[in-house]
């Protein structure tokens, strides 16, 4: 089985064949599969959109990279081969527990900028991933 961490490796190698479309492409693929949800991105500025069920996170999409992570219930609902850029997709039980264990420093290279020292690297949780590389 693939690791987080193997899918965000892969995603930046191919980085270079990923823009602002193919994350539009994506988002609406994504969201047009889940009934009654909405995408929030505040493009050009989060490196991350989001896509919401009600006021629950069930996806993020970098804007940077072609990788998705979406909720575990959604695997049979979203078909991502078809797309430019062909994304990682990464499926996750919820995005609140720490399920996966990084370096900082590793992060700071796949997504080449500073992070901050507020996320514990080595049990960390998705929502942890978003908020440590949003900006």
Not at 28 to 48: F, P, T
Not at 63 to 85: D, T
Request: contains cysteine; negative net charge.
């Amino acid at each position: 089985m693939t690791t987080l961490i193997e899918c965000i490796e892969e995603a930046h190698r191919r980085k270079g064949q990923w823009d602002e479309q193919d994350v539009k492409d994506l988002l609406r693929v994504i969201s047009c599969a889940i009934n009654e949800s909405q995408v929030d991105w505040d493009e050009g500025d989060e490196l991350w959109a989001r896509v919401l069920e009600g006021d629950e996170v069930v996806a993020i999409v970098s804007a940077v990279m072609p990788l998705a992570i979406l909720k575990e219930p959604y695997r049979n609902h979203v078909s991502c081969q078809e797309l430019a850029g062909s994304p990682q997709v990464y499926f996750v039980d919820n995005f609140e527990m720490p399920a996966f264990a990084t370096s900082k420093e590793a992060l700071e290279g796949l997504f080449e900028r500073s992070l901050t020292d507020n996320v514990t690297y080595d049990s960390m949780s998705i929502n942890d991933l978003w908020w440590a590389t949003v900006h």
